[in-house]
């Protein structure tokens, strides 16, 4: 049997091969917690108390630091720290750019890039510490970086200021939130498309003024809005202007505005160094960098236009959240919302309430005072940057919050609901909805539309006085107003006759709201 021990020398204690094997995994016990010691020491800083006061990296000048109070009330890394994705971004392309251009070495470069990615990776491990005496994203980024790599870390902010790294990282932000917006607009087309091709067919009262004005098919209504919703009349369709169809152009035509690079403006001025500010914007996907640099660093118009944008679209989503709050009521009954998205009553146990609608419309409340606040913001404010710009951010990200969730909550309330049709079509007689079909049909006859407007009003008159309906006159009577009516006069008259009618481009005609739902079955992509 082979022996377990080994030959050493006679100053050498004789050991087992298990134990030997116990010395090397101490040894690399050791390494190991010699690196989890240095980690501790960067995290352990990174953890001091707010109470332990650092210098500030802008602190060179000032004989002492600020009082709590003021620390309290100027901090923003209780919100901005949103942006740390984005900011790591913006400080590696940065600091690229500075090796590239000599202004720090490709060594300090690489000790940058690897800090901010295990920067990075302790934000979103949640190991990262955010503190409040650094006041906002970058400083605590920057600060942290500088604990852990050292002398490198203090370069990373060369030919660069707080000013243009903000509204680099901003710009960063907002062109993804329009991307996450953007789609969750596309859903909600989806679900108003579909629940449009479950009711192919279905006539509804169209309304003016909340008063019942001419039958339309549920599908013209239903892609009323998803034309609100989409980008199509900008980028396919210039000719049309519609809801829907507007609110994603609006985004996409505020992105391609706002995709213009502040970084390398600095603090207002630019910079004497040699920076190439045309490899930051290639690098960050930014179309070119901003011509001014005093514009880079006070411009505000990209978030007022993101806001109006959100700001509208909440408005065409609050106005689908009421028609559809009215037509869940008793006193409509043309939509029935499923229990998954209605909500009870805490004492009326008969209660069965539209809840997701109902706080879509309330909830455009926030989105239109979000722009609001920024107007407001941004209307005294004198060139160039000034603090009261930290205040751009919360609208901002609220703004965003609350639209992505009202998309999202229509989209859901879409597939779960279903339209009454026994009671829809019970409710058509009323209201004369066909009246302006019946004067389109003596225009056809020859005669002028206001003396066509003035016969039909007066066999309107005639329906009123005697408790009937249009297409119940007799031929006799309708001549008794104008001897132009004739037989084929009760081909226009009743509400199924009235939409075979309409013929013109983008009507409630059943040919035309076959094209428009094809075209959008094609556009979305669904049922491929």
């Avoid at 030997?20 to 690196?35: A, R, W």
């Amino acid at each position: 049997m082979e022996s377990s021990l080994v030959v050493c020398s006679k100053s050498t204690p004789i050991f087992s091969k298990y134990t030997l094997h116990q010395l090397k995994y101490t040894q690399h016990q050791q390494q190991q917690q010699s690196f989890k010691q240095r980690r501790q020491i960067v995290f352990r800083a990174m953890c001091s108390s707010n109470n332990e006061k650092e210098v500030k990296l802008w602190g060179g000048r000032f004989q002492e630091s600020v009082t709590q109070i003021v620390e309290k009330f100027t901090e923003s890394i209780s919100f901005d720290k949103a942006l740390y994705k984005h900011d790591i971004i913006g400080s590696k392309a940065h600091a690229s750019m500075l090796a590239k251009q000599g202004l720090m070495t490709d060594s300090d470069r690489d000790s940058i890039i690897q800090g901010l990615d295990e920067i990075q990776r302790q934000i979103e491990a949640g190991e990262f510490v955010w503190r409040t005496d650094r006041e906002d994203v970058h400083m605590n980024i920057e600060a942290a970086l500088t604990d852990m790599i050292g002398e490198p870390a203090k370069k990373l902010h060369t030919a660069r200021s707080r000013n243009d790294q903000v509204l680099t990282d901003f710009r960063l932000w907002c062109r993804d939130a329009i991307d996450t917006i953007v789609g969750s607009v596309k859903k909600l087309q989806i679900s108003l498309v579909m629940l449009a091709m479950k009711n192919q067919g279905l006539i509804v009262p169209g309304y003016t003024h909340l008063q019942r004005a001419q039958p339309v098919l549920v599908q013209h209504l239903l892609l009323a809005y998803v034309e609100q919703l989409s980008c199509d009349a900008y980028y396919i369709l210039p000719q049309c202007f519609f809801q829907l169809e507007r609110d994603a152009g609006r985004l996409l035509d505020c992105k391609a505005r706002l995709n213009f690079c502040p970084l390398g403006a600095c603090a207002l001025a630019g910079t004497g160094l040699p920076i190439d500010r045309f490899m930051t914007s290639d690098a960050l996907g930014f179309t070119a960098p901003m011509r001014n640099s005093i514009d880079a660093v006070s411009d505000r118009d990209f978030v007022l236009e993101f806001l109006s944008a959100n700001a509208i679209t909440g408005v065409h989503l609050s106005r689908l959240g009421e028609e559809w709050v009215l037509w869940a009521s008793e006193e409509f009954g043309f939509i029935t919302p499923s229990d998954s998205v209605s909500t009870g009553s805490s004492i009326m146990p008969q209660k069965k309430n539209p809840d997701p609608m109902e706080l879509v419309r309330g909830k455009s409340a926030r989105v239109i005072g979000d722009l609001v606040t920024l107007l407001t913001l941004c209307k005294g404010l004198p060139l160039a940057y000034n603090r009261d710009l930290q205040e751009d951010k919360e609208p901002v990200f609220d703004s965003v919050k609350t639209i992505v969730g009202m998309l999202e909550v229509s989209a859901e309330f879409a597939q779960n609901i279903t339209f009454n049709g026994e009671r829809i079509r019970k409710s058509l007689p009323a209201g004369h909805l066909d009246a302006t079909t019946l004067a389109d049909y003596l225009v056809k006859k020859g005669i002028p539309f206001r003396t066509s407007h003035d016969i039909v009003g007066r066999s309107v008159a005639l329906c009123v006085s005697k408790n009937c309906q249009l297409q119940d006159l007799s031929l006799d009577e309708f001549r008794s107003i104008s001897p132009e009516f004739e037989q084929d006069v009760y081909e226009y008259l009743g509400v199924e006759n009235s939409v075979k009618n309409f013929s013109s481009y983008g009507s409630t005609g059943s040919e035309c709201v076959e094209s428009q739902l094809d075209y959008w079955t094609r556009k979305l992509a669904i049922g491929s």
